[in-house]
Structures are given as structure tokens and as C-alpha cells.
T-cell receptor
Framework: GAVVSQHPSRVICKSGTSVKIECRSL??????MFWYRQFPKQSLMLMAT?????????EQGVEKDKFLINHASLTLSTLTVTSAHPEDSSFYIC??????????????FGNGTRLTVT | QQQVKQSPQSLIVQKGGISIINCAYE??????FPWYQQFPGKGPALLIA?????SEKKEGRFTISFNKSAKQFSLHIMDSQPGDSATYFC???????????FGTGTRLQVTL
């Protein structure tokens, strides 16, 4: 069964509004979660690393004021797309790792959130 | 140096055939190489992973071959089935706890 739950699976919003996406680790604590963005038929691009209790680490070129990440607990990280515009329309996917590394603690992905900004 | 190059972009294989997807990397510090399978509208799911201390790893119909000197690794899917039709991504990271860098993906179609 799924170990990482992402909500909502789909969201449509109007340009200028903000959208919050939740990522929950099920039955395990995740001190680190990763947020990816995927355009149609393209690869996954890492946006940021979310660390519980501290500020997220953003990849080069990702606007931290636009993509707000909060990791307030060991089982929940949220990504808020602020003042969304049509170019923000994409598939957003979170991931979390059970344990602290090793071949037996792989990265698990949520089922993604399809954001459409009209 | 952080790139992972993947080929082919798309692949059509007959049922029962062998699907082969190749990846190459530049950063010799990469130490963990997983393969993910993604169906449309879903997140990626881990298939199999390898570290550079072994040259091959097999799990069921899936095998990773790893060539450290050439900085290349590949996924072989034996006895390919229509249900294997999906997009496959290779990835690499500095260690098993670090962020992953993904390849560009291969769309596999297995025909009857």
C-alpha cells in the first residue's frame, strides 16, 4: 500500500490565487521530504528539500517566495503555490524516505498533484 | 556534472521480448542508482536499485547492469509484458539518503 499520501490529486485554480498541497508520510516519520515538479512527458525536477523543523532548501532557479514549503511535523510537509499563474500548471510530486538511508530505505513517492491554473 | 543521460526516449518491444534502457552519468561521486517506473497520472515507484560495488543485480524479471569504469548502467526487463508499458526513469544520488537526479525518461510500450 501507499506509504506517502498526497492531497489533493487534482486542483484547478484561478490565476492569482494560492494553492496548498499536502504530503503525508503514513506510518513512519520523515525528517526529510523532497518536492518535485514534472511537466508533461518530461523528467522530474527537484524543487526543494523539506526539513522538519527548519527552513527548506531550494534548488537553483526555484523561487522560495512563490513555492512556500512548511514541514511542521514529522509526518506532514506542505507546498503552497502562491499567486499562481498558468505557467505554474504542472504535476507536483512529493517523496519521503523511510529510515535514514541504505538500500533498504528507498525513496517513496506520492501519487502527485495535477495543478491547473486558469 | 549532475546530469544523468538516458536513452532511448521511447521503446517498443513485443510481448516476451527484452527491454533495455541505458543511462550514463558524469559525476563519479554518485553512489546510488535506482530505477523508477511511472504510470500516467501516478508518482514514480521504485523498481530496483544498485550501488557501484556490484556489477549486476537481479530482482525477478528486472536486472540492473552497472559498468563503473564506463559510468553507465542499464535496466533489462526480461519477458516484457503489456503491463510493463510505462515510463521508466533512471536516477542517481551521492548516497542513499541524498536527493536524486533523474534521467530524462523512457516511454516503453509492450505490444501483443
Amino acid at each position: 500500500g501507499a506509504v506517502v499520501s498526497q492531497h489533493p490529486s487534482r486542483v484547478i485554480c484561478k490565476s492569482g490565487t494560492s494553492v496548498k498541497i499536502e504530503c503525508r508520510s503514513l506510518d513512519f516519520q520523515a525528517t526529510t521530504m523532497f518536492w518535485y515538479r514534472q511537466f508533461p512527458k518530461q523528467s522530474l525536477m527537484l524543487m526543494a528539500t523539506s526539513n522538519e523543523g527548519s527552513k527548506a532548501t531550494y534548488e537553483q532557479g526555484v523561487e522560495k517566495d512563490k513555492f512556500l514549503i512548511n514541514h511542521a511535523s514529522l509526518t506532514l510537509s506542505t507546498l503552497t503555490v502562491t499567486s499562481a499563474h498558468p505557467e505554474d500548471s504542472s504535476f507536483y510530486i512529493c517523496s519521503a524516505r523511510i529510515g535514514r538511508g541504505g538500500l533498504n530505505s528507498p525513496l517513496h513517492f506520492g501519487n502527485g498533484t495535477r495543478l491547473t491554473v486558469t | 556534472q549532475q546530469q544523468v543521460k538516458q536513452s532511448p526516449q521511447s521503446l517498443i518491444v513485443q510481448k516476451g521480448g527484452i527491454s533495455i534502457i541505458n543511462c550514463a552519468y558524469e559525476n563519479t561521486a554518485f553512489d546510488y542508482f535506482p530505477w523508477y517506473q511511472q504510470f500516467p497520472g501516478k508518482g514514480p515507484a521504485l523498481l530496483i536499485a544498485i550501488r557501484p560495488d556490484v556489477s549486476e543485480k537481479k530482482e525477478g524479471r528486472f536486472t540492473i547492469s552497472f559498468n563503473k569504469s564506463a559510468k553507465q548502467f542499464s535496466l533489462h526487463i526480461m519477458d516484457s509484458q503489456p503491463g510493463d508499458s510505462a515510463t521508466y526513469f533512471c536516477a542517481a544520488s551521492l548516497d542513499t539518503a541524498s536527493k536524486l537526479t533523474f534521467g530524462t525518461g523512457t516511454r516503453l510500450q509492450v505490444t501483443l
